[in-house]
C-alpha cells in the first residue's frame, strides 16, 4: 500500500504537460567544429584541408570584454607554493608587459606541453591581445580579471603558473 500511495506522485508529475521555451543566454559566436570531427565516420579516409596559418586575431565578442584590469596583481616575482588541486588544467596569468612577454616566450614549450590555458589579467586593448597571442603561438589565451585567484591563492604579481601541484614562476 505504501509503494502505491508513494508512486501516486510520480505518476502525476510524469503525466502533467511540459512545455518550457528554451532561453539563450548567451551567444559568443565561435569557430565551427567540423574540422575536429572530420576523422569521424570519414570511411574513404578523405583528408580534411589544411587550415590556414593566418596571424591569430582578437573576435569582437573578446574585444569587447577588453580593457580588463585587475588592481591585486602587479608584474613581478612570485614566491613558489605547494599545492594539492588534482585534475586542474594548468593555467598561468599575465599581462601585456615586457616581464610578461619575456616569460612566455620562456616558457612556451613547458605550457604547450602541459596544455595550458592563459588568463590575460592586465591588458587595455585588441592589438596587444593580439600581439600576445601571436607570441603565444599554439596556446590558448583569454582576457579576464585574476582577482579571485589572486584572492584565493593570496598572489600579488604575474607571470606565473598555477597547475595541481603548485604555483610558480
Not at 508529475?13 to 543566454?25: F, G
Not at 590556414?52 to 573578446?62: D, K, M
Not at 599545492?83 to 599575465?94: E, H, V
Request: net charge negative.
Amino acid at each position: 500500500m505504501k509503494r502505491a500511495l508513494c508512486s501516486i506522485p510520480l505518476v502525476i508529475a510524469v503525466s502533467l504537460p511540459v512545455s518550457a521555451a528554451l532561453t539563450v543566454v548567451a551567444d559568443l559566436g565561435g569557430e565551427p567544429t567540423s574540422d575536429y570531427f572530420a576523422a569521424i565516420n570519414n570511411p574513404a579516409g578523405e583528408q580534411a584541408p589544411p587550415q590556414s596559418l593566418t596571424t591569430p586575431t582578437v573576435p569582437a565578442t573578446v574585444a569587447a570584454m577588453l580593457p580588463v584590469t585587475t588592481p591585486e596583481l602587479t608584474p613581478g616575482p612570485v614566491e613558489q607554493q605547494p599545492l594539492f588541486l588534482p585534475g586542474m588544467r594548468a593555467t598561468f596569468l599575465i599581462g601585456d608587459d615586457d616581464l610578461s612577454r619575456r616569460w612566455l616566450a620562456l616558457r612556451r614549450d613547458r605550457l604547450l606541453q602541459l596544455n595550458a590555458v592563459g588568463y590575460v589579467v592586465n591588458i587595455s586593448e585588441a592589438s596587444a591581445l593580439n600581439t600576445l597571442k601571436a607570441h603565444a603561438e599554439g596556446l590558448e589565451l583569454v582576457p579576464v580579471s585574476g582577482s579571485d585567484l589572486a584572492t584565493r591563492l593570496g598572489i600579488s604579481h604575474y607571470p606565473v603558473l598555477i597547475s595541481e601541484k603548485g604555483i610558480e614562476q
